[in-house]
């Protein structure tokens, strides 16, 4: 038996929506058999599915070659996961490090930031009625 891997990546529950699964194929992040695939590609039992979503990769071996979708009790019957213990360990250091790989500038701003522009408007002078210098009066 044979399906589209879009279709199976869909089928097992990896992506969310078909045109996930057809973008992530295109973008060069599903291979089967260590060779990068279109979302056309038939996979067949036995072939070796890796799947790129950062920051991990995920291995997995296909059991049954499905197109429909089928209930998250019966996905264990159509792959295995083969992804190295490694894999999910750098996943976890992620989740607890937080934002340590987010590019500056970028989200929201940091303690620092918020001190850095409080800091940079509290020093700028408002004048208000007793202004020094009389704008009525050019003269």
């Not at 004048?127 to 009066?137: C, I, N, T």
Request: hydrophobic share 35%; glycine share 6%; aromatic share 8%.
């Amino acid at each position: 038996m044979e399906a589209r891997i879009d279709k199976w990546l869909w089928a097992v529950r990896l992506y969310k929506t078909r045109s996930l699964a057809t973008d992530a194929c295109k973008n060069g992040r599903i291979t089967i058999n260590g060779t990068v695939v279109k979302p056309s590609k038939t996979v067949h039992e036995g072939d070796t599915i890796t799947v790129r979503k950062p920051p991990i990769t995920y291995t997995f071996r296909v059991l049954q070659a499905i197109e429909n979708r089928v209930g998250a009790k019966l996905v264990p019957e159509m792959l295995e996961n083969l992804t190295p213990k490694e894999q999910y360990d750098i996943l976890e250091m992620n989740r607890v490090s937080g934002f340590v790989n987010r590019a500056r500038g970028t989200g929201r701003p940091t303690k620092k930031d918020r001190r850095t522009l409080d800091d940079f408007t509290s020093d700028v002078p408002i004048f208000f009625d007793d202004s020094p210098f009389d704008l009525e009066d050019d003269e």
